[in-house]
């Protein structure tokens, strides 16, 4: 695998961290997760369980090991500098300044190692007036513009039901540049420290808005922009049975083709139509089949229409199943890599807390007989 060799200390909780090492974890790289003493990440304990562990902590931390470590106590400090010197990378998710309060702050980590990434994961970055505050995804979404867009023409916005700036910049964006930063340090430059702003992340995925927006023409507006319900090409309609279609037929070529579908050849000329009227013409044709029943009609045509699955629905795919992309094992089910990867990506469960805190400090010269010892002092 690509990052054999390859170690990440992560010592996040929650969402952003765990999905960014995931995707190093996938490619290869030895992920130890370092956690705190009797409690860990919090996702552990959010029901549902199973065996007693969070099936949403499984879901994001496969191919991963867990090592305690109390880093407020200077043996638990001490014990992870001494990985860090064998690591190539460093996550953490703290407030800004935390790491610095801790000890274990860049310039102390750079020192050690010259060659680390420091890779730190927060909701509004390093600095600026809003570096101290707290904030979740709503929250960074809203900052960003984006949560404006998410709504009905004349309706209040809507929480997404995906965590894009979380995912979209606290683990991809993260996961990317730390491949980055690695690439620079394989060609013989410096170590770095990576500021990858959540909300940083959500305003560069809005190019195309802002753009619009400060070019002089239409601001942009919730349910009005062309990929948000302005155009009956491209929107999502109501089926007979109460389920929905999700019809994307932006080109001309791929309209032509579902009017004529629809034997409708009277919209041909209502693609880009903004009007009530030319999104109802559309919302009476759909209401007088069943979702399945629509599927079942336009499939295999160049339409550009797809049913609106449920969650529970998306194992029987057939797209789904024959990319493999979900799998059910003991830790529950969850979703494979999106990139394909070769064979054997999937190497170890979700790590129970602190399953290898031994082994990954055999790994680092502490003696098995010095454990009981660590574990009195609190410092495991």
């Given at each position: 695998?690509?990052?054999?060799?390859?170690?990440?200390?992560?010592?996040?909780?929650?969402?952003?961290?765990?999905?960014?090492?995931?995707?190093?974890?996938?490619?290869?790289?030895?992920?130890?997760?370092?956690?705190?003493?009797?409690?860990?990440?919090?996702?552990?304990?959010?029901?549902?369980?199973?065996?007693?562990?969070?099936?949403?902590?499984?879901?994001?931390?496969?191919?991963?090991?867990?090592?305690?470590?109390?880093?407020?106590?200077?043996?638990?400090?001490?014990l992870f500098k001494a990985l860090a010197a064998t690591a190539?990378?460093?996550?953490?998710?703290?407030?800004?300044?935390?790491?610095?309060?801790?000890?274990?702050?860049?310039?102390?980590?750079?020192e050690a190692h010259p060659g680390l990434v420091l890779c730190?994961?927060?909701?509004?970055?390093?600095?600026?007036?809003?570096?101290?505050?707290?904030?979740?995804?709503?929250?960074?979404?809203?900052?960003?513009?984006?949560?404006?867009?998410?709504?009905?023409?004349?309706?209040?916005?809507?929480?997404?039901?995906?965590?894009?700036?979380?995912?979209?910049?606290?683990?991809?964006?993260?996961?990317?540049?730390?491949?980055?930063?690695?690439?620079?340090?394989?060609?013989?430059?410096?170590?770095?420290?990576?500021?990858?702003?959540?909300?940083?992340?959500?305003?560069?995925?809005?190019?195309?808005?802002?753009?619009?927006?400060?070019?002089?023409?239409?601001?942009?507006?919730?349910?009005?922009?062309?990929?948000?319900?302005?155009?009956?090409?491209?929107?999502?309609?109501?089926?007979?049975?109460?389920?929905?279609?999700?019809?994307?037929?932006?080109?001309?070529?791929?309209?032509?083709?579902?009017?004529?579908?629809?034997?409708?050849?009277?919209?041909?000329?209502?693609?880009?139509?903004?009007?009530?009227?030319?999104?109802?013409?559309?919302?009476?044709?759909?209401?007088?089949?069943?979702?399945?029943?629509?599927?079942?009609?336009?499939?295999?045509?160049?339409?550009?229409?797809?049913?609106?699955?449920?969650?529970?629905?998306?194992?029987?795919?057939?797209?789904?199943?024959?990319?493999?992309?979900?799998?059910?094992?003991?830790?529950?089910?969850?979703?494979?890599?999106?990139?394909?990867?070769?064979?054997?990506?999937?190497?170890?469960?979700?790590?129970?807390?602190?399953?290898?805190?031994?082994?990954?400090?055999?790994?680092?010269?502490?003696?098995?007989?010095?454990?009981?010892?660590?574990?009195?002092?609190?410092?495991?």
């Open positions: 695998m690509n990052l054999t060799g390859i170690r990440v200390l992560d010592l996040t909780r929650l969402l952003p961290g765990a999905f960014c090492t995931m995707l190093l974890a996938d490619q290869g790289a030895d992920v130890i997760k370092v956690e705190e003493p009797g409690t860990g990440d919090y996702m552990r304990w959010y029901p549902p369980l199973i065996d007693g562990q969070g099936a949403v902590f499984n879901s994001l931390n496969r191919n991963k090991r867990s090592l305690t470590l109390n880093l407020k106590a200077e043996a638990g400090r001490d190539a990378v460093v996550v953490e998710g703290n407030r800004p300044g935390v790491m610095d309060r801790l000890g274990l702050g860049w310039s102390v980590l750079r730190s994961i927060t909701g509004y970055g390093q600095d600026g007036p809003f570096a101290q505050r707290a904030g979740h995804d709503l929250n960074y979404m809203a900052t960003a513009g984006a949560l404006s867009l998410n709504s009905l023409p004349g309706g209040s916005p809507h929480p997404l039901a995906v965590q894009v700036a979380d995912i979209g910049a606290g683990g991809v964006g993260a996961a990317a540049a730390i491949l980055a930063a690695l690439v620079g340090v394989g060609r013989g430059g410096p170590g770095q420290h990576l500021d990858v702003s959540m909300t940083d992340g959500a305003l560069s995925w809005l190019a195309m808005p802002i753009a619009e927006a400060f070019a002089g023409g239409e601001p942009p507006a919730g349910g009005r922009t062309r990929l948000t319900g302005r155009y009956p090409c491209y929107r999502v309609y109501e089926c007979a049975d109460g389920r929905f279609l999700s019809v994307g037929a932006l080109e001309p070529k791929f309209w032509t083709a579902l009017v004529t579908a629809l034997d409708r050849p009277d919209l041909l000329d209502r693609h880009f139509d903004e009007s009530p009227q030319a999104h109802a013409e559309l919302e009476k044709v759909f209401s007088t089949r069943s979702r399945d029943d629509w599927a079942e009609l336009l499939d295999g045509l160049d339409v550009c229409v797809e049913p609106v699955l449920e969650v529970g629905e998306v194992d029987a795919h057939p797209q789904v199943a024959a990319r493999r992309l979900l799998r059910h094992g003991p830790s529950g089910a969850e979703v494979g890599p999106a990139v394909p990867l070769p064979d054997g990506w999937r190497r170890l469960e979700a790590p129970r807390l602190g399953e290898h805190t031994a082994e990954v400090l055999a790994e680092v010269g502490v003696d098995a007989s010095r454990l009981p010892e660590l574990a009195a002092s609190g410092a495991i």
